[in-house]
């Protein structure tokens, strides 16, 4: 068995794709993964240290490393209708965003980089773990949170407003899904272990859908105060026939996002081979 480490979240999306290649489920053609896991900026963080072999990673990261890795066809999210949206507890025009304070998930994230991209001026900001933003809020520690994952489903109950769907805004400027994460591979491994990890993960999202109630105790071991519902709504938001294979409209949209950022200057200029196929 040839160790590889493999970074991703608790998130029920990520358990649900990965639960088949971790406990052996499929063919993994020899390959044995050394799970880290991590929050979304942790696992960043990582990234940019190009720290581990397979990572899943925030689009906005990858743009800082894209000489490190290298993304691959299966495991991402991207998707319509599944965007980071802006909340708060009292209404806030767009127009007031450059004057209020905003607690993010991370700098490094996608959501961020929407944010960025949408509203340039929205500049005071301060990173709060995600799960953490809502509380942020109605604690008055910022005036608006940005929200990814679960928080989706939980913001209203807690009686706070959306501002703005930042998804939404993506679809509406550009046709195209929204590009969330990937999952990508050191570019320092062989090109046959490369393809190989590619194809290992293409089957373990493959079982995932043909076996949804497989990874039940895998996804429920890290979300266990998640009720059933939730957990799979959240995985119906993110893993879709993206996430089998990006295909042509996925990898436009990953392009189309590092091409407005780039222009805006939120980007730096990056490697262009940034697909393994």
């Given at each position: 068995m040839q160790k590889i480490t493999l970074g991703f979240s608790t998130c029920p999306n990520d358990t649900f794709i990965f639960?088949?290649?971790?406990?052996?489920?499929?063919?993994?053609?020899?390959?044995?993964?050394?799970?880290?896991?991590?929050?979304v900026e942790e696992l960043n963080q990582k990234a940019l240290k190009g720290a581990l072999d397979v990572t899943?990673?925030?689009?906005?990261?990858?743009?800082?490393?894209?000489?490190?890795y290298v993304?691959?066809?299966a495991g991402s999210a991207l998707g319509y209708k599944n965007g980071p949206l802006l909340i708060s507890k009292h209404k806030i025009y767009k127009d007031e965003l450059h004057d209020v304070k905003i607690a993010i998930p991370g700098f490094h994230t996608t959501a961020n980089?929407?944010?960025?991209?949408?509203?340039?001026?929205?500049?005071?900001?301060?990173e709060y773990l995600f799960s953490d933003i809502e509380e942020a809020v109605l604690s008055n520690e910022t005036d608006a949170g940005l929200?990814?994952?679960?928080?989706?489903?939980?913001?209203?109950?807690?009686?706070?407003?959306?501002?703005?769907?930042?998804?939404?805004?993506?679809?509406q400027n550009t046709g195209l899904p929204i590009p969330l994460g990937g999952i990508v591979v050191n570019r320092e491994l062989d090109k046959n272990l490369q393809e190989k990890i590619n194809r290992v993960m293409k089957r373990s999202v493959a079982f995932a859908f043909e076996n949804p109630k497989e990874a039940y105790p895998y996804i429920k071991q890290?979300?266990?105060e998640m009720e059933e519902e939730v957990m799979y709504k959240h995985i119906e938001l993110y893993v879709n026939d993206f996430t089998k294979d990006l295909g042509?409209?996925?990898?436009?949209?990953?392009?189309?996002?590092?091409?407005?950022?780039?222009?805006?200057?939120?980007?730096?200029?990056?490697?262009?081979?940034i697909f393994l196929t």
């Open positions: 639960d088949a290649m971790v406990h052996h489920k499929i063919d993994t053609e020899g390959l044995d993964f050394e799970v880290v896991l991590g929050d899943k990673i925030s689009y906005n990261a990858y743009a800082k490393v894209s000489d490190k993304i691959l066809d980089l929407l944010l960025s991209v949408a509203f340039p001026k929205a500049k005071n900001k301060k929200i990814i994952h679960e928080n989706r489903f939980t913001y209203q109950k807690k009686g706070l407003k959306k501002i703005v769907d930042l998804g939404e805004y993506w679809e890290y979300a266990q042509k409209d996925g990898k436009n949209a990953i392009r189309e996002l590092y091409k407005k950022a780039i222009s805006l200057g939120i980007l730096p200029e990056m490697n262009d081979q």
